[in-house]
């Protein structure tokens, strides 16, 4: 195998390997990130069972309260009621902050996933066209032992002056206008 054979071999494989590692180290911080959002969630679910505890306790006093300054049943009763309704809330808030860190989780799971294949995608997308070009020899005169040498009408090659060929259409033995 000549040398520009297994450079573009070589180097293939390792930009594929570097393509898995990518896909590989963004599910593996997605994981972590999903893990921690998860914990999020217990933690503020358990942060609204204590607010409820805290909001059960001040209203059996605001209504111990409210008894021994006689206030009337329907005061007393809207008053529980509101009462009701403010640990209701605290619970609804603390649950749907931790449905949205589950929700984030799940999608830095997703994401993760998405990651690693693309990574996959990658690394055989950049195999098969490493593999390509190496049986295609695109990148031989890489490597080959004969150099290129300026020509008269510019740039690179072994293209030769002929002053036959100016101003002509290509295959054809009319002068172009100038």
Sequence with gaps: MDPGTIAIVVGSAISAMGALQAGANAQNTANKNAEQLFKS???ERLTGIENRKRQDRLNRKTTGRGKSLNLSDDVMNDMEMEMALMEADISY???VKA???EN?????IFKGAQARQAGYMSAASTMLM???MASAGKFDSLFSSTTATPSVGGGFGGGSYNPNNINRVPGSPLLLST
């Design 41 to 43: 969630a217990n933690a």
């Design 99 to 101: 449905v949205s860190y």
């Design 104 to 108: 984030k989780g799940q999608m830095q």
């Design 93 to 95: 808030a603390a649950e």
């Design 130 to 132: 490493g593999a390509g």
